[in-house]
């Protein structure tokens, strides 16, 4: 995804506002499901959900990096924004991987991680505006290509 050339006023505000509100709502989550046995097996059927969606829509090379499983040449409506992470993989097309946007996808495997099953719900409830989805923003939303550099 191309960056916004300009983020709106009060963008950064609103970016710690939506860190931290998803911090408070990490704490009414039972302990047991984050960094657990339980998380780690939503990990792993993201993993084989990646994998099976990859392995039917991706013409490009299959090459793991930076950790991750990268699925190049997907059709664009397989995966939304630039690319999606789904456990292990990233979905992409032909664009680009930068080491910024390997590393920003590195993270959301991590988020994969912690959250489990529970992490495309989280995600959904974050919203779709990555200036505002926590997710986003704590992948880093220079490396993910969403703000021009130097604008955090």
């Known amino acids: 995804m191309s960056p916004i050339p300009t983020p709106p006023a009060g963008w950064r505000a609103a970016a710690e506002r939506a860190v931290i509100r998803g911090r408070r ?3 009414l989550i ?3 499901l984050l960094d657990s046995p339980i998380s780690r097996v939503g990990y792993w059927y993201g993993c084989a959900v990646g994998w099976l969606w990859g392995s039917l829509w ?3 090379r299959v090459e793991q990096r930076e950790g991750l499983w990268v699925f190049r040449g997907m059709p664009r409506w397989t ?3 630039g690319g999606s992470c789904v456990g292990a993989c990233f979905l992409t097309g032909d664009g680009p991987l930068t080491p910024a946007l390997l590393r920003h996808e590195a993270v959301h495997k991590r988020q994969w991680q912690r959250y489990g099953f529970l992490m495309p719900v989280l995600y959904l409830f974050a919203g779709r505006d990555p200036l505002r989805n926590r997710f986003e923003i704590e992948a880093g939303l220079e490396d993910g290509n969403y703000v021009p550099r130097g604008a955090a």
């Open 79 to 81: 995966f939304p924004r």
């Open 58 to 60: 991706s013409v490009g």
């Open 30 to 32: 039972p302990p047991f």
């Open 25 to 27: 709502i990490d704490r």
